[in-house]
């Protein structure tokens, strides 16, 4: 059901502090995120072999997860290593003991989590998370997390959705109908999915004008659903990354994060959250409103150019999928072309 042998956007690093986890289900599976004592992140299973409780419920002291009902302990491998209830002359073979570990990369401010085939936390090296060029190892400048009630794929649809933006975002600062216009940019394939290659931006955004600079704008989406929108302003750089992540099949997680190497960016932090918020929520509430009419009809319409990504995105879909099941390489569906359409 949800796409596997890749890394799903976690938690920001921020979110979790040294000797502390957290709960959250992901691709409809539970797990526990902690930071050891060390500050390196990890995730497992958050249920306890034993009798199922969530390991989550237990303590955690910097190095290994307790649970809460008989005091198993697991380390970060996910390796029992203690089962209190055992006398010194009971044998009993911990190795048999485990819970699933799932790697997690900590990337620019963000943990990323693998989820590969059922029973094997081997990490398939080929496709790291995504590392965003010209931006070092800072931390996002602002992060947003919004719960879409949908299913992944029209979470993705909706955000990639070139033509919903004069009629979804229309707001003083940024679209409306009357600046609608021709456009044509060029596409190409890229790693686990394609690029609008890098161009000027287009000139009815208001917001992109306060950046200055003489700038340009790459947007890529690659599997499982992640877009990024990097801008280069001069020798600065301003990214966007949204991060889809299902955590159920009717839920799925939409996290927002924006880089800037502009240091004057940084006080206007208060100010920008509000709009970025809104957006956001215009793409959510737009998304909710479709669900309700997909409870009576499933068919979907994909046309033209302005629906060409979403194609490529159930495309791309399809051929990881087959790969993973043949044990074949991925072959990426996309050519490169130039797509037209009103915006
Ligand atoms: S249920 Fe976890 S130790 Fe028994
Ligand atoms: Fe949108």
């Given amino acids: 059901m949800f796409l596997r042998n890749l890394w799903y956007f976690g938690i920001p690093s921020a979110s979790l502090k040294r000797g502390a986890m957290t709960r959250k289900i992901m691709l409809d599976e539970p797990l526990l995120i902690a930071r050891d004592s060390d500050g390196a992140p990890f995730a497992i299973r958050d249920v306890c072999p034993h009798r199922g ?8 002291d910097g190095r290994e997860v307790e649970c809460c009902y008989h005091g198993w302990r697991f380390d970060r491998t996910g390796r029992c290593t203690m089962i209190p209830s055992l006398m010194a002359d009971q044998k009993f073979n911990l190795d048999r003991v485990r819970t699933r570990q799932y790697p997690c990369r900590e990337i620019q401010g963000n943990i990323w989590i693998y989820f ?14 995504p590392n965003i060029p010209g931006v070092g190892e800072r931390a996002p400048g602002l992060s947003e997390t919004m719960m879409f009630p949908s299913p992944i794929d029209h979470a993705v649809v909706g955000l990639m959705d070139p033509a919903h933006g004069p009629f979804v975002h229309q707001s003083w600062w940024w679209r409306s109908q009357r600046s609608m216009h021709e456009k044509s940019k060029k596409f190409g394939p890229s790693p686990l999915g394609f690029t609008m290659l890098r161009h000027p931006p287009s000139s009815n955004s208001g917001a992109y004008k306060l950046l200055g600079g003489a700038m340009t704008t790459e947007i890529s989406f690659r599997l499982p659903g992640v877009r990024i929108e990097h801008i280069q302003a001069g020798r600065h750089v301003l990214c966007g990354l949204t991060a889809m992540t299902p955590i159920t099949a009717q839920e799925t997680e939409v996290n927002h994060v924006i880089y800037w190497t502009q240091p004057w960016l940084a006080p206007m932090k208060p100010l920008l959250r509000p709009f970025v918020r ?4 215009q793409d959510r509430d737009v998304v909710i409103k479709q669900q309700e009419g997909l409870k009576y009809e499933s068919n979907l319409m994909l046309i033209n150019d302005a629906d060409m990504q979403a194609k490529w995105y159930y495309q791309l879909k399809r051929a990881w999928d087959k790969a993973q099941q043949d044990g074949g390489a991925f072959e990426n569906p996309v050519e490169t072309r130039e797509l037209r359409w009103r915006s």
Avoid: H, M, Q, T
């Fill in 53 to 60: 409780i969530p390991l989550s419920d237990g303590a955690f």
């Fill in 116 to 129: 590969g085939n059922d029973a094997d936390d081997a990490v398939g090296d080929e496709n790291p998370p």
């Fill in 278 to 281: 809104a957006f956001l929520r």
